[in-house]
């Protein structure tokens, strides 16, 4: 008869956790909800609904209670630190857009291949930087359909920046009519082979956008570039207005 009492009382406490865990389970779910990401109110949820559920032939151990309190102390440092950093960040990246804006109205250099031309007969700054020494180099300049309209050989330079100038002339000596020109350069080792060029174009810095995640600069010979792009800045006026 004892055996059957205490078979019975085992049974029943077995039911009533079984019970608890499952009303524990469903209670963590209803907390959670569908959010399958831990926030700061969640965590609250949870802490409350374990406790309004403990088991109570296993109340919630003090310890784990203590290191579930240290947990979500932890989690609301590290929110309020992210959300600083993210205010520090946009403040940050505000002082950068304002400086950038600054650039407008001034002459900028950056890599490109553009250049441009009042059709004037003024002679317009070409620059470009070469990875190693040639035996032979040339400037080719394309008008907007891009046909070659002047070549201009300079010979053998050694490695480095190169600056020359296009006096805006085709190869006849005409004078070409003002607008956008593309600049090319052909530049040779002494067996044939190619060396690497990096172009660089100058322009007056006409409007900045921001509609990309970064700075794009655009030039008043046309060129885009983004910031990073930016090599030189002169705010000398315009040479050639």
Same mark, same amino acid.
Do not use: C, Y
């Given at each position: 008869m004892v055996d059957a009492i205490s078979g019975l009382s085992a049974s029943s406490a077995s039911s009533?956790?079984?019970?608890?865990?499952?009303?524990?389970?469903?209670?963590?779910?209803?907390?959670?909800?569908?959010?399958?990401?831990?926030?700061?109110?969640?965590?609250?949820?949870?802490?409350?609904?374990?406790?309004?559920?403990?088991?109570?032939?296993?109340?919630?151990? &003090?310890?784990?209670?203590?290191?579930?309190?240290?947990?979500?102390?932890?989690?609301?440092?590290?929110?309020?630190?992210?959300?600083?950093?993210?205010?520090?960040t946009s403040q940050n990246q505000g *002082? *950068? &857009?304002?400086?950038?804006?600054?650039l407008i109205g001034k002459q900028a250099t950056v890599k490109g291949s553009l250049v441009t031309s009042?059709?004037?007969?003024?002679?317009?700054?070409?620059?470009?930087?070469?990875? *190693?020494?040639?035996?032979?180099?040339?400037?080719?300049?394309?008008?907007?359909?891009? &046909?070659?309209?002047?070549?201009?050989?300079?010979?053998?330079?050694?490695?480095g920046l190169v600056k020359m100038a296009w006096d805006g002339r085709d190869n006849a000596g005409n004078v070409m009519p003002a607008g956008t020109y593309a600049v090319s350069i052909q530049a040779k080792t002494q067996d044939g082979g190619s060396v690497s060029v990096t172009q660089e174009t100058t322009g007056q810095v006409q409007s900045v956008a921001f509609d990309k995640g970064y700075p794009v600069l655009t030039l008043d010979n046309g060129m885009q570039v983004p910031v990073s792009d930016l090599i030189e800045v002169d705010s000398s006026p315009n040479p050639n207005p």
């Open positions: 009533a956790a079984s019970a608890t865990s499952a009303t524990q389970d469903a209670s963590l779910g209803a907390a959670l909800g569908t959010n399958s990401t831990l926030g700061e109110q969640d965590f609250l949820k949870l802490l409350v609904a374990q406790l309004q559920n403990q088991d109570p032939l296993a109340p919630q151990d &003090n310890t784990q209670f203590v290191s579930q309190l240290a947990q979500f102390s932890s989690l609301q440092a590290a929110m309020g630190t992210n959300t600083r950093l993210d205010t520090i *002082a *950068a &857009n304002t400086a950038v804006i600054g009042q059709g004037s007969g003024l002679a317009v700054p070409v620059s470009f930087t070469l990875a *190693a020494t040639t035996a032979s180099t040339d400037v080719s300049i394309q008008d907007s359909s891009g &046909n070659v309209v002047r070549t201009i050989p300079i010979g053998a330079h050694g490695p």
